[in-house]
C-alpha cells in the first residue's frame, strides 16, 4: 500500500497586492500574470504532497470571473484533491481584496494537472490523497469525470495538431 497524504497537508497561499506594472491598460491585473501565479501556487502545493520535483501536464480553462484591479491585493490558494499513480490534480481558488473597503471577491477557479518526476526526469508514484472535508470528498469524487475531460481534450489536441502540423496552413 502506498503512503497517504490529507489535502490539508499540501494546501498553500500566496498573497500579493498588484502593482502597476502587473496591469494592463485597463487598470486590472494581466491575465497571463494570474496564471503565471496560479501556475506557481499549484507546483508549491503538488510538491508539498510529493517531495518531488513536478511538471505541469495541463491546465483545465481558467475562467475570470472578475476583474482585479491595481492596488487590490490577490491571494491564492491551493490544495491537492486527487492522485493517481504519478499525477496529482491541484484545486486552485483566487480571491481579490480590496484592501481600503474589505471587498472580497472569488475571481478564478482553475484545476492543474501535476506529475512528479524522479531525478532523470521520469514520472514517479505520489502518495495517495485522503480527502476528509465535505468539500475535499466533493472534489476527490468529482476527479475522475474531469480526469477524462482532460483525457478526451487532450487526444482532440492531438488530433489537432496533427492536422495542423509544423508548416503554415495556407
Not at 505520489?126 to 476527479?143: I, R
Amino acid at each position: 500500500m502506498r503512503e497517504e497524504k490529507k489535502c490539508r497537508d499540501s494546501f498553500v497561499v500566496k498573497t500579493s497586492i498588484v502593482l502597476p506594472p502587473d496591469t494592463n491598460n485597463h487598470g486590472t491585473l494581466f491575465g497571463g500574470k494570474l496564471m503565471a501565479y496560479i501556475d506557481d501556487i499549484a507546483s508549491i502545493a503538488a510538491m508539498r504532497h510529493s517531495r518531488r520535483n513536478i511538471v505541469t501536464a495541463s491546465t483545465d480553462s481558467v475562467d475570470f470571473l472578475h476583474p482585479i484591479y491595481e492596488s487590490y491585493a490577490v491571494c491564492l490558494e491551493a490544495f491537492v484533491t486527487y492522485t493517481g499513480r504519478t499525477s496529482m490534480e491541484v484545486f486552485v481558488k483566487v480571491i481579490a481584496e480590496n484592501l481600503l473597503t474589505g471587498e472580497r471577491n472569488v475571481c478564478a477557479l482553475s484545476f492543474l494537472t501535476m506529475v512528479a518526476i524522479d531525478e532523470n526526469g521520469h514520472p514517479t508514484p505520489v502518495p495517495q490523497v485522503v480527502p476528509e472535508t465535505d468539500m475535499e470528498k466533493g472534489l476527490f469524487n468529482s476527479a475522475p469525470d474531469r480526469a477524462e475531460n482532460r483525457k478526451r481534450r487532450r487526444k482532440e489536441s492531438g488530433n489537432l495538431a496533427q492536422d495542423f502540423g509544423t508548416g503554415l496552413p495556407w
